[in-house]
């Protein structure tokens, strides 16, 4: 469930990825979506390193030459941060009441967060009651300040204002259901493969019951090209993208492979993981995005291994294009994440809905976990 006020203000969805930034802006409501706006830009190579952000210039340039181009007034944005600096748990607390869970939280969460609880922002849903009502579950949300103060700041380095700051695999579950409107008993395994990083999401109907993120992305096959082949990076990058010369395709395709198998290795813990930790049904479909997802074999080697169908999102799905070009076909699932932050409106926040399931609503950050954490 998301809560999204028709009166209050749709948000500039901006995905800023160690790869590129990718914008989405949207008019309407949850009664039916149109596009108002999409770009994208890529950022020089190492603007962001594992998660923190390096080349500040040239991601606020980047930002700023997007909205120029598509030509978006507003400045209000939302965004998201993912990685190691990020925990989301379901965690089962001993108390009943939202007073209750509101005052016990702090401390009950020192002991799911491996960083100290001061150098974090918190935030939490209450998913309910368990099932005899003594207690209640909450999912736990966590982002090191350092990384969403990072990220803020770029933002507000390009004259934007970021309202809120969300978590990449919140963005995806919101994305997936606004344009999948999956039914109760369906499960659904959704793969954002970026250039550094893979989110994995395992959703049951409306409701997002897992997530984890890998360090792993594009950038991997990249560099086993360049260290198995010899070849530069700019080189490596073209011939992952189709365009090697003919004498090398055997080889370029093997490479590709071989990295693949890693990948998809480290996805099949992940499932086995989330199957021993929660009782779940089994996976239907695999929906995959990310620029990485449209790596050559890629989509096949999942489905041989997993043996369901795998699809590539499609973000714009259930989104009227309102005369405003889309991205071309190949390139469209790369706006995943940043269709998912333009769903968002201004009123969303935490505390917003804590009563009902579903990811959405949960991570105002910038101002509300601030609060929550005691910082003005
Ligand atoms: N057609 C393609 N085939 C293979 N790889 C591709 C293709 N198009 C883009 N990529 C790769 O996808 C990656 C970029 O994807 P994406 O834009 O989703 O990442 P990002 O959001 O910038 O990164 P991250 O989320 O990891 O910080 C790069 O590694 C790029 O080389
Ligand atoms: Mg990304």
């Keep these: 469930m998301r809560f999204f006020g028709s009166k209050s203000e749709n948000l500039v969805g901006l995905d800023v990825g160690s790869s590129a930034v990718k914008l989405v802006s949207l008019t309407g ?6 596009l108002r706006a999409v770009g994208s830009e890529l950022l020089p190579s190492k603007s962001i390193v594992d998660g923190a952000i390096v080349k500040r210039e040239e991601i606020a340039e980047a930002i700023r030459r997007i909205f120029q181009v598509q ?22 607390l001993p108390v009943q009441t939202p007073e209750e869970v509101r005052e016990s939280i702090q401390w009950e969460a020192e002991q799911y ?21 003594s207690q209640t579950n909450v999912i736990l949300v966590a982002a090191k300040r350092d990384t969403i103060d990072d990220h803020s ?70 560099e086993y090209l360049q260290r198995d082949l010899g070849v530069s990076y700019e080189e490596a990058e073209e011939y992952k993208l189709g365009n090697a010369p003919e004498e090398l395709q055997v080889s370029v395709s093997s490479v590709l492979q071989s990295v693949s198998e890693i990948l998809v ?11 021993t930790a929660a009782q779940f049904d089994e996976i239907q ?9 449209r790596t050559e074999g890629l989509r096949d080697y999942l489905e041989e291994t997993f043996q369901v169908a795998v699809e590539f999102l499609d973000p714009f799905k259930n989104i009227a294009g309102n005369g405003v070009a889309l991205p071309e076909e190949g390139s469209r699932n790369g706006f995943a994440i940043a269709v998912g932050l333009a ?19 949960l991570a105002g950050l910038v101002d509300k976990l601030k609060q929550m954490t005691g910082r003005s």
């Design 71 to 92: 030509e978006v007034k507003s400045d209000r944005v939302s965004t998201s941060v993912s990685g190691h600096s990020v925990i989301v748990k379901k965690i089962t």
């Design 343 to 361: 769903l968002r409106s201004q009123g969303d926040g935490p505390g917003q809905g804590s009563a009902s399931g579903g990811a959405g609503g």
């Design 29 to 34: 409501g949850r009664s039916g979506y149109q």
């Design 153 to 222: 700041d770029v933002i507000t380095l390009a004259d934007k204002m970021p309202m809120i700051v969300d978590i990449d695999s919140f963005a995806l579950h919101n994305v997936y259901e606004t344009n999948y409107e999956p039914k109760d008993e369906e499960v659904a395994a959704l793969l954002n493969i970026g250039a550094s990083l893979m989110n994995v999401n395992i959703a049951q109907g409306q409701e997002m019951v897992f997530t984890r993120d890998i360090a792993m992305g594009g950038d991997y096959y990249t």
């Design 265 to 275: 290795l480290e996805i099949q813990k992940t499932f086995d993981y989330f199957r």
């Design 285 to 293: 479909t695999i929906y995959i995005c990310g620029g990485a997802s």
């Design 113 to 133: 967060i491996p960083f100290d609880i001061a150098d974090v922002y918190l935030d939490y849903h209450v998913v309910g009651p368990t099932e005899d009502g």
